[in-house]
């Protein structure tokens, strides 16, 4: 498969960075994050995604940066507002940065709060209904395995210095409206819920659409292996079958 040649995780604390300073990496993949939840301040998620990583950029002096940053348009949210300030500032800082925007995530372990859990505990639960918003939007969702792949094969060309978009849409270029993943997580459970659309209120701003290019991971050698029936098959099987909902799917 693919490795890299080293892996070094950066410690919080600033005092550790001289160290790392001294010998600078080859790469910098900024994956922390905050997305700005209920429990999570303003000023939280401006220190996680804008500040910390320009401050790390700024003490260790990386050759690149591979930002994995998301789809969403700047004004939709403040996360998506704080991504945007931190590609703009490191652009200016770093000697190279490319951003690799990532669709939906999905797989094993996920996010407890994300949409895919979500329908999978209501389902299993034994709700008689799967409460969702109208459903239309479409979305591109990516197995986490799969999108590790095309981001180890990005870094490892980064890290040998090859060229590059600046900007690398990550996910399978297909969609799915929100109503029907609903429908397919709710037969492959198999509990009988019904999904009732419309019965949650759309987001304001929320782009109908969102779906990658991969076009340049596809001329890579990279493609998707898991069809999203079976990565959803295999993520259900991860769940106890007494899993309760815990929140409403999106």
């Known amino acids: 498969g693919d490795r890299a040649a080293a892996i070094r995780w950066l410690p919080a604390e600033a005092a550790a960075w001289p160290e790392i300073a001294d010998d600078p990496p080859a790469l910098l993949i900024h994956a922390a994050t905050c997305y700005g939840r209920p429990h999570e301040t303003v000023a939280q998620l401006v220190e996680a ?54 669709q939906r995530l999905y797989g094993p372990g996920e996010d407890g709060a994300g949409v895919v859990p979500s329908m999978i505990r209501a389902c299993l639960s034994g709700a008689a209904t799967l409460d ?12 986490v395995d799969d999108a590790a792949r095309a981001l180890a094969l990005l870094a490892r060309r980064m890290i ?46 929320e782009p109908p659409l969102l779906v990658a290019d991969p076009r340049y991971m596809l001329s890579l050698g990279w493609a998707p292996r898991i069809s999203l029936e079976r990565g959803l098959a295999a993520q259900i099987a991860t769940y106890p079958p007494s899993s309760q909902a815990t929140s409403r799917a999106p």
């Not at 969702?132 to 197995?143: E, K, L, M, Y």
């Open 49 to 102: 995604n804008v500040i910390f990583p320009l401050r790390v950029i700024a003490a260790i002096a990386p050759t690149a940066v591979l930002d994995l940053a998301t789809p969403m348009p700047p004004d939709f949210n403040r996360y998506a507002e704080s991504k945007a300030d931190f590609a703009r500032w490191a652009g200016r800082m770093a000697a190279r940065l490319v951003q690799a925007p990532m």
């Open 132 to 143: 969702i918003t109208s459903g239309t939007q479409r979305r591109d969702f990516i197995h």
């Open 160 to 205: 040998d210095g090859a060229e590059s978009p600046s900007v690398v849409e990550i996910g399978t270029g297909q969609t799915i409206a929100i109503k029907d993943l609903a429908s397919l997580i709710a037969r492959l459970c198999a509990t009988g819920t019904r999904v009732a659309p419309g019965a949650l209120p759309n987001r304001p701003g």
